[in-house]
């Protein structure tokens, strides 16, 4: 990680939403998902704003490096329509060591759709796939 890491750090996100990121595509083999209306599925919701956080992050991590998510704490409390844009800000709270956590708000043209914490833990790349692929 670089010395430029520091809480304080903002990153802004936009996203628009189409239908393949909506409940029932979220799990296509359940019959309770495919029944339910086409809004923004929380799932999706939880990747799109990590990938807002990994975003903030690249530009202060070392040649080699990625960041892994290690907790969230997100609501999820309006729905977002197929077409709408969801605008993401994320803001680095702390910075403890190689664990990063993040302040999320997220929102879309009527509302805001979530608040929380997303923490993320930075790790060598090539470490990591190494000690995935010893539990293979």
Known sequence: MKSTLAPGITHTFRYEVPVERTVPHL????????????????????????????QALAPHLDEGEISLGTHVNLSHVAPTA????????????SVDGRAVTFAVDARDEYATISTGRHGRGVVNRDRFVGRLAARA
């Open 27 to 54: 799990l296509p083999e359940s019959p309770e998902f495919v029944a339910m209306p086409e809004v923004l599925a929380t799932g999706y919701m939880v990747g799109i704003i990590e990938w807002a956080c990994i």
């Open 82 to 93: 197929p077409g709408s844009t969801v605008t993401i800000d994320v803001r680095v709270e």
